[in-house]
């Protein structure tokens, strides 16, 4: 009778106690053993508690979905110094894995590859070692895999292959050998694939070739051997060569007996002999005290023969080749632009319409409102200009309550709207749901009052803002510019209103130096600020056809993967430093590059700038590189000079670009002649 009472009393202790006392959370002791791993010291993942609710918003770094269940763990930058823990695998709902720009070490877990939901992957900038799981090619969800910037080895798994989903792959700046697999040309919606900076050897295979939709491939700085179809970024292998391309040897038929050229031989049940280089095919005859005379015309003979029958096919099928590439796909290179875009008037356009992360954006605390205190924690008032604060009448009213009729842009997490105030001025109205904006209202303020304080004469300016607590979401309120962008003014048909003049270019070059200058040296951000995302789209013309620079400032108010899901699209594109491939950082050089990129646009009036465009400046051959529908009716001497301006500013390595206030000092002597 008194055990029973005893073992009813502990029963009835379990009940009150609670079953999740006795079971636990699963996830919550996951992402505690993640953080045991990830920040071993808790310097950096304190908020992490085992007593603490992971999708109450106290997690730094952890966003839930719907059902509570961790969705995404994003913690890029946060100076994390451990390693990835196995434990990640009993997230089973993880879409969003985020620990770039890190400092971790060790292997990455052959667990991972349980996250079937998984789609973006970033373990980029940090310090792994070890071969790459081949379990990750089991990860069927996959859309992003970024390993690059590690120290990790051995070959690269042929089951990457069936990531049939997967969009980009970054694997470059590591250790990585062997070859390249063929079965990376089974995935079918690849558009970037980086490799460059390994020992991998061997071939590009043909089967890449096939692949859909690649936009850009980089294999530069490894081992590989063979023929190289045109548009590919080769550089610093020595055993290619191709038709082209100024880094590499053209393939000759002397080189042919020692080109590798598996893309390209028919196939044949036969086995092909080994190549041998030409000097060894001499020395075969010959021993240390004679050669056989008799013996080398013929063989010389043989072999000459052997060489024009081979190279005659090799350069037949070559052709053959590359008309059929040139007809199904484009390979983006340093100064070829996307096909998609955008050429509208609209505010920002580009920015809003650009798919966002997967990730699960974390959420303000309740009731935040930056602008409902007009002093901050020290009590120092925030000088905001008056009539900066807009409520949301005035947003609806200008909008006509958020009119279809006036949206220019959307995406899920950004919409821009043409406003007209009761004053009568015309404005651009971005919505931002305040979701993909700074978690930290400190951070969020700061960036604000950056933005607040950018006062050019070629930069939009920022009018107000508002912040409705009901809709979840912030409006930035700007000035409207008349003219569109200077997107539309590319590609024009001859006659078009469109057609800007000599003047009117060399005007708009020079305004938005002007304007880049002064964001790298604005007092207001202290050590100056990178644009980070300049393009024709980001460049508006006012009603003067003076040039405006659009979104300066304007990342530093978002969180940190709603930039990175903004700005990685566009690492494909022209504007885009080459050093971002491997550092995949922004600096005032990146942009000074960018602005040279812009400066070809205009001159030449087109949107994507071609390998001839590009020889054309090279050469300075003026006729090939000027936009036709100006008639002749420029400066030969003007053009010459901001051809040189624009190839400085794109040259490859960064320390070898000007800085803009040297740019500006060198536009200035750009005098048109008498």
């Not at 959307?410 to 305040?434: E, H, P, Q, R």
């Not at 960064?654 to 060198?666: D, G, K, N």
Request: proline share 5%.
């Amino acid at each position: 009778m008194g055990i029973h009472c005893c073992v009813s009393a502990f029963l009835l202790f379990l009940a009150l106690s609670g079953v999740e006392t006795v079971c636990g959370n699963a996830e919550l002791r996951a992402l505690m053993e993640i953080k045991s791993f990830l920040d071993p010291e808790n310097k950096c993942l304190s908020s992490w508690t085992s007593d603490g609710d992971p999708c109450s918003g106290t997690f730094v770094g952890v966003a839930c979905n719907d059902h509570r269940k961790v969705a995404n763990i994003s913690l890029p930058g946060k100076g994390l110094s451990g390693k990835v823990s196995p434990a990640v695998a009993e997230l089973k709902c993880l879409s969003g894995l985020y620990l770039h720009y890190n400092s971790l070490t060790g292997e990455i877990p052959k667990e991972i590859a349980n996250l079937t939901e998984l789609t973006d992957l970033y373990l980029n900038e940090n310090d792994l070692y070890g071969t790459i799981p081949p379990e990750i090619g089991d990860m069927a969800s996959l859309q992003v895999l970024d390993l690059c910037c590690n120290q990790l080895t051995g070959h690269i798994p042929t089951k990457m292959g069936s990531l049939n989903k997967l969009g980009v792959l970054s694997l470059q700046n590591n250790r990585l050998d062997g070859s390249i697999p063929t079965s990376l040309g089974n995935l079918g919606m690849l558009k970037t694939l980086y490799l460059s900076f390994n020992q991998l050897s061997g071939p590009i295979p043909e089967s890449l070739a096939d692949i859909p939709h690649l936009e850009v491939l980089a294999v530069e700085n490894n081992t590989l051997s063979g023929i190289v179809p045109p548009g590919f970024n080769c550089k610093n292998n020595p055993g290619l060569c191709g038709v082209g391309f100024s880094s590499l040897r053209v393939c000759l038929p002397w080189d042919d007996l020692s080109i590798p050229v598996e893309p390209f031989k028919p196939k044949s049940n036969a086995t092909a002999p080994e190549s041998v280089p030409l000097s060894a095919s001499f020395q075969a005859h010959c021993n240390h005290t004679h050669c056989s005379g008799s013996s080398k015309l013929a063989q010389v003979a043989i072999v000459v023969g052997a060489i024009t029958v081979t190279a005659m096919l090799i350069i037949g099928g070559f052709l053959i080749f590359i008309r059929y590439r040139r007809r199904k796909q484009k390979i983006g290179n340093t100064f070829d632009t996307s096909d998609g875009q955008l050429s509208t008037a609209d505010q920002a356009k580009e920015f809003c319409m650009r798919t966002a992360s997967p990730l699960v954006c974390l959420e303000y605390r309740n009731g935040w409102d930056p602008l409902a205190d007009t002093h901050d924690g020290n009590g120092v008032s925030q000088e905001f200009p008056p009539g900066f604060k807009f409520n949301l009448e005035d947003v609806e009213s200008a909008t006509q309550y958020f009119s279809e009729v006036n949206l220019l842009g959307k995406s899920n997490f950004c919409a821009v709207y043409k406003g007209i105030l009761k004053d009568g001025s015309i404005v651009a109205v971005k919505s931002i749901n305040v979701t993909c904006c700074k978690s930290e209202e400190v951070e969020f303020m700061k960036g604000l009052r950056l933005l607040t304080s950018l006062k050019h004469e070629n930069l939009v300016k920022l009018r107000g803002f508002c912040y409705s607590k009901g809709r979840g979401e912030c409006f930035l309120i700007y000035d409207f510019a008349s003219k569109g962008n200077l997107s539309q003014y590319l590609d024009v048909q001859d006659g078009s209103s469109h057609v800007l003049d000599w003047p009117t270019r060399v005007s708009i070059i020079n305004g938005i130096a002007k304007g880049i200058s002064y964001l790298h040296r604005s007092e207001a951000s202290k050590l100056g600020m990178v644009h980070q995302n300049i393009s024709v789209e980001k460049v508006l013309i006012d009603e003067k056809f003076d040039p405006l620079i659009s979104d300066s400032g304007l990342l530093k108010l978002l969180a940190d993967d709603v930039v990175f899901s903004a700005v990685k699209v566009s690492a494909a594109l022209g504007y885009m430093a080459p050093e971002y491939i491997t550092t995949g950082r922004f600096t005032e050089k990146s942009d000074v590059y960018a602005f040279g990129v812009i400066i070809l646009q205009i001159l030449s009036g087109k949107s994507k700038l071609t390998n001839l465009i590009r020889l054309a400046a090279e050469s300075c051959r003026l006729e090939d590189l000027i936009d036709p529908n100006l008639r002749g009716n420029f400066f030969d001497s003007e053009a010459t000079k901001l051809t040189k301006i624009s190839l400085a500013c794109t040259h490859e390595l960064p320390e070898q670009r000007p800085a803009m206030e040297e740019v500006i000092e060198e536009l200035s002597k750009c005098s048109a002649d008498p």
